[in-house]
């Protein structure tokens, strides 16, 4: 058994000493690292952005204690835990960006492996785990008081749900769509008998001994039927009728992408919002070949990575995969959209797969993908950072750009030492390279509207922004929807490209003023917060959050 981590009180919050270690940034033409806490008391296994800028994450809570007390000296009992069966430290904690500090959150039951989505009043929906998590479902609500703590459902959830995945729907409801041995869906808040419906796809691409089908990959396409990639392929599902509107081939090779032999998949940024057939793409990358859960698990044997992503679009009349080579083989790493419509492809491995102790080679290096660009001048990697992020990392994007980046722990127990990979507590942030300084004259500040502003589909909505520098081809206003993040997908992630109806500048003065287009419809934006962005040659402005309902 790996050794236990060291005692929970050996560290706790964040304190002033701490944040003076944290200065540490590199500076590179590919994008810049910086170290914001060497430790932030837990491993963050599952991060959500949140409409006021705090990051909520957590870890499963059976595994002995953390490095972060619950808050007022608070123990729970916990008898499913084989170490601490009174349980005084916090597996979760809410991250402030602003302020640069971590506060301890309180969770009842086993959140491993779960999954979740914001709610369109922008709460945070999270659900599943194990044992005793298995059917719970837990509300965060987003505060500025530091008084908010989870809130938890019992029986929220029909079926176990373990290694399942959510996505918000045009109704605000959540779907919740397979997981260890669920070859089936649901809905919260539950609907009416019945509320599980049976989905034989997760049963035709469950690979016997490894799987290959948990955390599916789901997207809501523009017609309101979901997207789901399991294993090797994908369908198109009427969820409401229950039905396969279209089925699309396997990715060429027949390797699978999806947890244990984890790839990671965007669906690429929505444009042209007002055409009548709207294009939609979808990019798959990365995976681990056929056997390699078992070769790692059974005979220590450790196969690399696949080095490919393939993208299709999924409303073409016969959609096919078209199959890129990427830099570097990579498992386990996270996709993440930028505001400018770029894809950044992070952590991970090159060999191995997903699980306890299997994965081998850590791929410092992040790669971006430029969807725009013609077929083989699409990726560009960036600078590395220093730290292995391998099993159970996240990444997030933030509303001034830079990308969140955490976790890390291939162990059953917080390890340490003597191993391959210890326990990774800390949280960096990444900064592409549109943030570098040598930019920032092209850079738009939004004047207006204001932060939070609330907005409604089919509206011609005014920005105003000042940029010092040139403005220079056609600038775009995107919005993006917060993902929750864990196991390499981001759940709910979405970027809209939102169309320009007219531009101005304000004679000679660096004020400038767009009018675009709000999204016609729910299929296409499901009501929520979003993070909207002005984007001037490809340097997004900072973001700010806009609630479409």
């Known amino acids: 058994m790996a050794a236990r981590a060291t005692t929970f009180y050996a560290l706790l919050l964040i304190t002033s000493l701490q944040l003076l270690l944290t200065c540490h940034v590199s500076f590179a033409a590919g994008g810049r690292w910086k170290l914001l806490l060497p430790n932030v008391g837990i491993s963050a296994m599952h991060m959500q ?152 796809f997760l049963a035709e691409t469950n690979d016997r001994g490894e799987e290959n089908n948990l955390y599916p990959y789901v997207f809501l396409n523009n017609d309101g039927n979901l997207f789901i990639f399991a294993n090797n392929r994908a369908i198109l599902l009427d969820y409401i009728k229950n039905t396969v509107v279209k089925t699309y081939p396997a990715i060429p090779g027949g390797d699978p992408r999806s947890y244990p032999s984890t790839g990671s998949a965007v669906l690429l940024p929505l444009k042209n919002l007002e055409a009548v057939k709207i294009d939609a793409e979808v990019l798959v990358c990365g995976g681990a070949p056929k056997g390699s859960y078992l070769l790692a698990f059974r005979r220590k044997t450790f196969v690399k990575a696949l080095d490919t992503c393939a993208r299709i679009k999924i409303n073409d009349e016969n959609p096919q995969w078209t199959v890129e080579k990427m830099p570097r083989a990579r498992v386990m790493g996270d996709m993440t959209l930028l505001p400018n419509g770029d894809v950044l492809i992070i952590n991970g491995g090159a060999s191995g797969s997903a699980a306890w102790e299997l994965g081998r080679e850590p791929v410092l290096v992040p790669d971006v993908y430029h969807p725009e660009n013609p077929v083989n001048s699409r990726f560009e990697s960036l600078n590395p950072t220093t730290i292995p992020r ?106 809209l490209v939102l169309d320009n109806v007219t531009f101005k500048r304000s004679g000679k003065s660096t004020n400038y003023e767009v009018q675009v287009k709000t999204p016609r419809s729910v299929n296409i934006a499901p009501p929520g917060y979003y993070m909207m962005f002005v984007v001037n040659q490809n340097i997004p402005s900072e973001g700010i959050w806009v609630r479409l309902q």
């Open 49 to 200: 952005l949140l409409r006021n800028d705090r990051v909520v994450m957590f870890d499963r809570t059976n595994f002995g204690p953390s490095n972060i007390s619950l808050p007022n000296g608070n123990c729970r009992n916990n008898p499913q835990d084989p170490v601490s069966k009174i349980d005084c430290t916090a597996h979760s904690i809410e991250y402030d960006v602003a302020s640069n500090t971590i506060r301890p959150l309180t969770v009842q039951s086993n959140t491993w492996c779960s999954s979740g989505s914001v709610r369109p009043d922008g709460v945070l929906v999270q659900t599943g785990g194990d044992r005793d998590g298995e059917l719970k479902a837990r509300i965060f609500t987003p505060c500025n008081n530091k008084k908010c703590d989870w809130i938890e459902i019992n029986n929220g959830l029909t079926k176990r749900r373990w290694y399942s995945s959510n996505h918000i729907l045009p109704d605000g409801k959540q779907i919740v769509i397979g997981g260890q041995g669920q070859f089936n869906y649901e809905f919260f808040p539950k609907t009416t008998s019945p509320n599980v419906i049976a989905l034989p």
């Open 390 to 495: 391998m099993y159970h990392s996240t990444a997030v994007l933030l509303r001034d750009g830079r990308v969140l980046v955490g976790g890390s722990n291939p162990h059953a127990f917080y390890n340490f030492t003597n191993v391959l990979f210890p326990t990774e507590l800390s949280l960096e942030a990444f900064s592409p390279a549109y943030l570098e300084p040598e930019f920032a004259k092209f850079r738009p500040k939004i004047q207006s509207p204001k932060s939070q502003v609330m907005i409604t589909y089919r509206m011609n909505l005014k920005l105003k922004f000042k940029v010092a520098g040139e403005v220079k081809g056609p600038v775009k206003v995107t919005m993006v929807f917060p993902s929750f993040t864990t196991h390499s997908f981001s759940m709910n992630q979405r970027l």
